[in-house]
């Protein structure tokens, strides 16, 4: 069975500099899919970046990249040059059965002025 | 370009009642998930509806059933409502595509259920 372990319930960091949110899966399956959602507190995931497990790169869009460690299975965001629009509750994800998205507990992050 | 669109934004229920949810999907996509989230918790998988039929389903309770049209919106029913049913509930649309990253998953805002 899928599953998606994120450690740090909050995270601080000061604005404008970089910050790693850690995530941790398992599963049995050969081929997946991990992705990363931002919730700010209107409510709306907002989908961040997509990593396959068969993807020789690191994913990056824009000022996201993930660090993608397969032997470690481990999938860390992370964002550079924090804004404090960037303060949200981060959730990391993976296909379940590859129809379906199983979450993890989620990160808060608050970006400091 | 719409993105995933859902009404009503929030709704306050008794328990007993029911209620309906719906969704219309981001331009170009054929398949609607639909989750609910908890307070301080990640969304749960509820059902997943392609074709007009439901393809998957997580664990949840007949009370919760949905319907998709031919033109790829989506509706989620919840009969007799529990207290427990308070949530946020989120409807996601996607490609029916092959391959992994053609599944992206994109999200609407939500619409915010009490149940009294």
């Known amino acids: 069975a899928q599953k998606i372990t994120q450690t740090q319930p909050g995270m601080f960091v000061q604005e404008k500099e970089a910050v790693t949110l850690d995530c941790t899966y398992d599963?049995?399956?050969?081929?997946?899919?991990l992705f990363w959602y931002k919730q700010p507190s209107s409510g709306e995931m907002i989908f961040l970046i997509y990593?396959?497990?068969?993807?020789?790169q690191n994913a990056t869009e824009g000022r996201y990249s993930l660090n993608f460690q397969k032997a470690r299975k481990s999938a860390n965001l992370v964002i550079s040059a924090s804004q404090l629009g960037d303060s949200a509750m981060y959730f990391c994800a993976m296909f379940r059965g590859a129809n379906n998205l199983f979450f993890g507990t989620g990160t808060r992050l608050t970006v400091i002025p | 370009d719409a993105g995933v669109t859902q009404s009503p934004t929030h709704l306050i229920k008794t328990r007993g009642q029911q209620v309906t949810l719906r969704c219309s999907p981001k331009?170009?996509?054929?398949?609607v998930s639909w989750y609910q989230q908890a307070l301080g918790q990640g969304p749960q998988f509820i059902f997943q509806y392609y074709e007009e039929e439901e393809r998957q389903r997580g664990n949840f309770p007949d009370r919760f059933s949905g319907h998709q049209f031919p033109n790829y919106s989506s509706e989620l029913n919840v009969n007799a409502l529990l207290l427990g049913d308070s949530a946020l509930y989120l409807c996601?649309?996607?490609?029916?595509?092959?391959?992994?990253?053609?599944?992206?998953?994109?999200f609407g805002p939500g619409t915010r259920l009490l149940v009294l």
């Open positions: 599963t049995s399956d050969q081929s997946y899919g």
């Open positions: 990593q396959g497990s068969y993807d020789e």
């Open positions: 331009s170009g996509h054929d398949t």
């Open positions: 996601a649309s996607s490609r029916g595509a092959q391959g992994l990253a053609g599944k992206t998953q994109y």
